[in-house]
C-alpha cells in the first residue's frame, strides 16, 4: 500500500485535499496512506526563521537547506520504522523534469513518495544535491510554492494506486494514458439546449461504439495535439 509524505510549510492545507473526496476515502479504506509534514518544525532558530537572503543578491528569500534536510530525514526514520523501504525522494521544482502521465507511471511503481515543497524565491541548492532522488517541474510556469505541485503529483499517482478508483483499471481509457486524448463523453439527458448525443452511443452497439470512440480519440488527439499524435503515429509505425 502506497504512502505518500509532503514536506511543506503548508501541511494543513496539503492535507486537507488529499483528505478530500476520492483520495480522501481511499486512505480511510486502508488503500493509501499520506502524511503532509512542517518544514518549520525543524528549524534549529528561536525564530522558527526558515530563509534568508540569497547570497551574491537578488530579490526574495531563499529556504534554509537544514530544516528540510532535518525533515526528510525524520520521514525517512518514520518509513523505516513502519518496515518500508526508502522513500523515493522527489523535489518539486521550476526547472525539475517535466511531469506526464508516463511520469506519474513510474512514480506509481514505489513503495513510498516524500514530495518536497519549496516557497518564495526557491531552495538552498545544495540541499537538493544532498537528498533529492529527482526534481520534477509540472509545466512551463512559476508557481509561488511547491504545494499545488506536490498534490498535482501524489493526485495523479494516488489514483493508479489499487482499489482507489471505482473501476478497476478504469484510469486506462483516460486521456494520456495510451498517448492520445480521450474521446468526448455524454450523459443524460440525451438533448440539451437543442445539442443530440451522437446516435452511435445509444445504439448499444458495443462493437461500432468502441470504433466511434476510437476514431474519435484519434481525431481529437490529431487536431489538439498534433505533438502527440505525432509521437502515437510514430510509435506505431515501431511496433509495426
Ligand atoms: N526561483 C525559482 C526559479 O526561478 O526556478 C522559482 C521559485 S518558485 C517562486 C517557489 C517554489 O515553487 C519552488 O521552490 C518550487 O518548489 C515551486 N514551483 C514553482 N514552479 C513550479 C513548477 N512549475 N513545478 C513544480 N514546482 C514549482
Known sequence: MMRIDVATLFPEMCQRVLD????G?????GLIETHCHQIRDYTLNRQRQVDDYPYGGGCGMVMYAQPIYDCCVDVLRQAQEQGRPRPR????TAAGKPYTEQEAKRLAQYDGLLLVCGHYEGMDERVIE??????ISIGDYVLTGGELA????ADSVLRLQPGVLAEPQGYQEESHWNGLLEYPQYTR????RGRRVPEVLLSGHHGRIDQWRAEQSLERTR??????YEAHKQEGKEKS
Open 89 to 92: 525522494i522527489v523535489f518539486l
Open 223 to 228: 487536431q489538439r495535439r498534433p505533438d502527440l
Open 189 to 192: 439527458p440525451e438533448e440539451w
Open 20 to 23: 478530500e473526496s476520492i483520495l
Open 25 to 29: 476515502r481511499a486512505a480511510r479504506k
Open 130 to 135: 544532498e537528498i533529492a532522488d529527482e526534481e
Open 150 to 153: 506536490a498534490l498535482v503529483v
